[in-house]
């Protein structure tokens, strides 16, 4: 079994868009999707293989909330990036902590893996959230140069815990990386919507759905 990490395994089907987006706009930053998701994706691309593989979590997201403020001149502003940053590894640890009982028993039934498009310090990341253990394989797309939806990426993944694409199921929160990337490489498939378009609908017909992480033992 293959999860997502941004938005999967760190949140009920939320990305870091949303996120980072909530969080400065209850900052007091105005802000719109329109100005905000194409400077977000602009700073989240550069930090891709620009970052150690030791960087923390925190590290991360302040260097990604950093770079988002200075691309909106927000930073002059007073944005207050440290405490964004403070707030998204939060929660994201919280939901991590909340979600370690579930994986932990799925790890004694199945081999997990993840498969993220990340920095390059995904392992890292897993390390400080205690859930590295779990997984016989943490897929970076910093580090081996595949993004999905590449079904490359997928197939790295089942070839290092030894399986083929048939007896895998990927859960992701995105149709589009997630849920088309892992139809590509053959594989089952399980969306976690997290409600923010009323209007998405599964990209197969007869696809599982869930709304939270929690749900899915009750799929197996």
Partial sequence: MLFDFGGTLDADG?????????LCVAEGAVLTPGRFDPL????????????????SFLDTVFR?????????????????????ARRFVGDAMETLRGNTPLLSRLSRRY????????????????????IRRLFGVVIDSGRVG?????????????EELGLT??????VGDSLSR??????????????????????AKPCCPGDRVIASLHELEGLL
């Avoid at 990604?64 to 964004?84: K, S, Y």
């Avoid at 997630?178 to 209007?199: E, N, S, V, Y």
């Fill in 64 to 84: 990604l909330v950093a770079a988002v403020a200075d691309a909106m001149a927000l930073r002059d502003n007073h944005l207050p990036i440290d405490r964004i």
């Fill in 146 to 158: 595949y993004v999905k939806p590449d079904s490359r990426i997928f197939h790295r993944a089942v």
């Fill in 178 to 199: 997630d849920m088309a990337g892992a139809r590509a490489a053959g594989m089952r498939h399980i969306w976690l919507d997290g409600g923010t378009d009323p209007t």
């Fill in 111 to 130: 081999r997990l893996g993840i498969v993220s498009n990340f920095y390059g310090n995904l392992a890292t990341v897993c390390e400080e959230a205690g």
């Fill in 14 to 22: 939320l990305t870091w868009k949303e996120r980072l987006f909530r």
């Fill in 165 to 170: 694409p048939a007896d895998a199921t990927f």
């Fill in 40 to 55: 977000f994706y602009a700073a989240d691309d550069k930090l891709v293989g620009a970052v150690p593989p030791t960087l």
